[in-house]
């Protein structure tokens, strides 16, 4: 087995973002990395479902383990050199539930603006603002409200993101 001379730094963002990224410096090339997860992804003791697509890797847990709140991590791996490369990642729900999300957050965003309108509009013409005054209320606490129920989704799902980046971490350093 080749002794592997990988020291691996990993930067990670914010804990705020409810997806959170990572970058490492590889002293692999990108093919040599690619060849690796497809590999592993081949194996029988594989406890992980993966996707190989130019470059992008798409890793997620297996359907018997999957719940609502399941992450995935996309991987981007882009050769620097031929033998150096970067590897970027970012963790998320599956497209399915992350584009619930955004969608719930645009309807709300337009909302909000309608009925700041519609206040505007019943206080020039001197008439009851009552439902614009409580939506312009209510959305915003409604909105937060859907950011706490991403975090809680995302800390549901954190010890399936430690298993990835296991495996991701194991993979690389193979």
């Known amino acids: ?7 691996l730094i990993e930067k990670r963002n914010s804990e705020v973002f409810l997806r959170p990224r990572l970058k490492i410096d590889l002293k692999d090339g ?4 690619l060849e690796r997860f497809s590999n592993e992804f081949k194996s029988d003791d594989c406890r992980f479902l993966g996707n190989i697509v130019d470059g992008h890797v798409f890793i997620s847990v297996s359907k018997k383990d999957e719940h609502f709140w399941s992450p995935q991590l996309h991987l981007e791996i882009i050769g620097k050199t031929r033998r150096t490369s970067l590897l970027k990642g970012l963790f998320g729900p599956k497209p399915q539930v992350w584009t619930l999300f955004m969608f ?3 309807v709300i965003g ?8 519609m206040l505007f509009s019943k206080l020039s013409l001197k008439e009851s603002i009552l439902l614009p005054l409580i939506m312009m209320v209510f959305l915003p606490l409604f909105w937060v409200l859907l950011y706490f129920l991403g975090k809680v989704g995302r800390a549901t799902g954190k010890d399936q993101m430690k298993d990835l980046h296991d495996f991701m ?6």
């Open 169 to 174: 971490i194991k993979v690389i350093n193979h």
């Open 104 to 106: 719930i957050h645009f």
């Open 1 to 7: 087995m080749k002794e592997n001379l990988n020291v």
């Open 30 to 33: 990108s093919e040599e990395i």
């Open 110 to 117: 337009i909302s909000f603006f309608g009925f700041a309108i």
